[in-house]
């Protein structure tokens, strides 16, 4: 589609975000519930457990958080390899605890599901796997190996070894499940914040260059006054060095290159006053700027505007000049020859379609066209005839996204079946993009009126 000139942000740089400080107090959280369980399993329940190994268990993990709040500082961020490090020792440290309280008996042990749903929310999907395996072989080697919970008069406490075999399976399928779930959720609002990013960072390029103009005016406005004053000073100059034949034409010099940059300036000047001060236009002239980059590259880009009324100026806003590039843009990356930008209005709507003779969208896709990274294979014929194009969706997403801001809806269609043979179809049958604004969403009631000339100001 578009090169957007944002740097996606890969699996490992998403993991580094996590701070070390926000994994020391998710531990803390833990040890607390940890050392709770076990004081009140002693003293409320008479329970007979391991209390020294239990103790160690828990100790570890205050050293280990003691040792990094002291030795790293608060604002570190965690590389892959070391939040990786820190959720495997979360997870080696609840199974042994789990090994001395009972096993899959313990009703505590379901909290397996919590290290590997973090791993496959944050980390890489290697990462992940290796988390999500060692988990389920630990979970498995404690159907059969643990310390039995015992009351204090010495009896056993477990459940059917039924329900021991459905509690692993359930934990099993868990594991599985919601690693599955959190990774595809998370990776969706990471691909959405990416093209968000990318989408914001189209339009403010869009508005800087908009806000250009202004800027352009403004200096121009401020430079005629030192210029005019250069200006008289060589004049005066030239009349006094008539003896002076070589200094004097260096004065000559000076004038003509002052009255060369007061050319440029008013040209800028004239340019940026357009810019800043025409904020609307005709229908056909929106379109026509959206398009104008377009029109060189092989293919005819036809611009058709109704004539059953008056068309109507509408505003030119950023956003509906960059989401109607980014669609002509795509249609001719996949036209043969021509693409048609059709405009209609009435007295309630406004509307613009951009057809090609394309191709058209394939129909596996067309119901996903307007979310970002959507891609489909590409066949050795595709590769040939457009060997510089790596579409990802991402264009039209952006399109889509500028344009709804505007109060506008797009549609997606293909003009004729895309599996009939090239030779059959023949005109405007390729993709279609209908795009549909109530008209007083867009359409401009200012009055224009005439800039006058800059007027000296005397002081």
Known sequence: MVDSGFDFLDENRRSSWIRLRTLIVLRWVAVVGQLAAITLA????????????????????????????FVFPENKRLSESENFLMVMFDLLQLCFLLFLTGGLNNPFSLL?????????????????????????ALVSVMVVYYLPLRTEQGFILRIPQLFVYGQWIAISIALVFISVYSRRLTAEMNTMGDALSATQLALSR???LNDLGGVVAAAAHELGTPLATIKL??????????????????????????????????SMGRAGKDDLHLRQAPLSEVIREAAEPHQE???????EPA???????????PEIIHGLRNLVQNAVDFAQTTVWVEANWS?????????DDGPGYPPQLIGRIGDPFVRNRRTERDRQSRPEYEGMG????IAKTLLERTGAELSFANGSDPSQPPQLRSGKTGAIVEVVWPRARIESHAVRQAMGENRPIIG
């Open 307 to 317: 004539d059953h009324t008056p068309q109507p100026d509408v505003l030119r806003q």
């Open 233 to 266: 000073t060589s004049a005066e100059l030239i009349e006094e060095l008539d003896d002076r034949p070589e200094l004097q034409e260096d004065a000559r010099l000076i004038r003509d290159q002052a009255d060369r940059c007061r050319d440029i300036l008013r």
């Open 394 to 397: 991402l264009g039209l997403f």
């Open 347 to 355: 007295d309630e709507t406004i509307s613009i379609r951009v057809v």
């Open 42 to 69: 002693q003293w409320l329940y008479a329970l007979q457990l391991e209390l020294g190994l239990c103790y160690l268990a828990v100790g570890i993990s205050v050293i280990g958080n003691l040792i990094a709040m």
């Open 297 to 303: 590259r092989g293919k005819t880009v036809l611009i």
């Open 112 to 136: 397996v599901l919590g290290p590997v749903t973090i791993s496959a929310a944050v980390l890489t999907l290697r990462s992940t796997v290796i988390l999500g395996a060692t988990a389920l």
């Open 206 to 208: 869009a508005q800087k």
